[in-house]
């Protein structure tokens, strides 16, 4: 069985930083591209964070988060994380991790909330 399990969120001010993990349970995070996710308040759809590359570790993010977030991998604990440096209020958001591929095998999400 496939799980992934997001952690790291918590309540912060703006400015700070926090490190999201995303732990791997029945599948190798290696050779497969992984996505973060978030979502809104109040919204149903979860947006585009970040991507590492399966292959390359070549990565992509969103404009909003762009230069601030940075995803990485670490094959040998099969986690993936998700740095958040400078957090705005309009981080504020349930954030998720996936295989980019379907299936996506979604975990719980792990809350980040910013304060100004």
């Known amino acids: 069985q496939v799980q992934l399990v997001e952690s790291g969120g918590g309540v912060v001010q703006a400015g700070d930083s926090l490190r999201l993990s995303c732990k791997a349970s029945g599948r190798s995070v290696t050779g497969y591209s992984m996505d973060w996710f978030r979502r809104l308040p109040g919204k149903e759809e979860r947006e585009f964070v970040a991507q590492i590359g399966r292959s390359d570790d070549t990565t992509h993010y969103a404009d909003s988060v762009k230069g601030r977030f940075t995803i990485s991998r670490d094959n040998a604990d099969n986690t993936v994380y998700l740095q958040m440096n400078n957090l705005k209020p309009d981080d504020t958001a349930i954030y998720y991790c996936?295989?980019?591929?379907?299936?996506?095998?979604w975990g719980q999400g792990t809350q980040v909330a910013v304060s100004s």
């Open positions: 996936c295989f980019a591929i379907p299936p996506h095998f």
